[in-house]
Each structure stands twice: as C-alpha cells, then as structure tokens.
C-alpha cells in the first residue's frame, strides 16, 4: 500500500523558515507528480507548489519566492522549503501524490495525514 508520512511542521516566528518532508513507500515515486497543499481553519484546500515528474515546478502565488519544493527520487521524498514565514501561512500541510502504486498500472491520488505549521509572535 502507498504511505505518505510528512514531517517537519511546527511553530514559527514570522520572517523565519521551515522545511517540511513528505516521505513515501509503496509509491512509484519517480513517475510521480507530487503536490503540497494546505487548509487553514474555517477554509478550502489550497494548492502550494508542485513538482512534477519530470521536475518542473509550479507555485501558488501567494507562496512564490518564499517557498521551494523539491524532491530526491533516490530517497522517494518530497520536500518543501519555506522562508519569510508570515501568519497567513498557518496551516495544515498536506503532501499529495499523482502516481501508482508498486504492482499496478493505474494512477491514483494519495493523500498524507498532515502536518501543522503555525506562524505567530
């Protein structure tokens, strides 16, 4: 079975930085697109970035220039930088994978369970 695990959220103070991991098993990691997303109280799922299969990448607007994601298909982990933290980035976090599982064909989406990332003074 596919496991998301994501790692690396907690408190910060505005204007310092966090680095999130997604670690992944049973995934076909590198013909993966792999996503981040986060819900904040009260509020929608947004997308963050996404690092496609073939590397490239694409970040929401409010996050460009602040955040970087990346990947090492070696480590099947997904990673997601984040500097100049503000409080609006107060969220849960979520790793989403595009892919298939080891032994099938068809492509699903795997969710993470989330990680809390809480920016305050």
């Known amino acids: 079975q596919v496991q998301l695990v994501e790692s690396g959220g907690g408190s910060a103070q505005p204007g310092t930085s966090l680095r999130l991991s997604c670690a992944t098993s049973?995934?076909?990691?590198?013909?993966?697109?792999m996503s981040w997303y986060r819900q904040a109280p009260g509020k929608q799922r947004d997308l963050v970035a996404v690092?496609?299969?073939?590397?490239?990448?694409n970040y929401a607007d409010s996050v460009k220039g602040r955040f970087t994601i990346s990947r090492d298909n070696y480590k099947k982990t997904m990673y997601l930088q984040m500097n100049s933290l503000k409080s609006e980035d107060t969220a849960v976090y979520f790793c989403?994978?595009?892919?298939?599982?080891?032994?099938?064909?068809?492509?699903?989406?795997?969710w993470g369970q989330g990680t809390q990332v809480t920016v305050s003074s």
């Open positions: 989403n994978a595009k892919g298939a599982q080891y032994g099938r064909s068809n492509i699903r989406y795997y």
């Open positions: 049973g995934l076909i990691f590198r013909t993966s697109d």
């Open positions: 690092i496609n299969s073939d590397g490239t990448t």
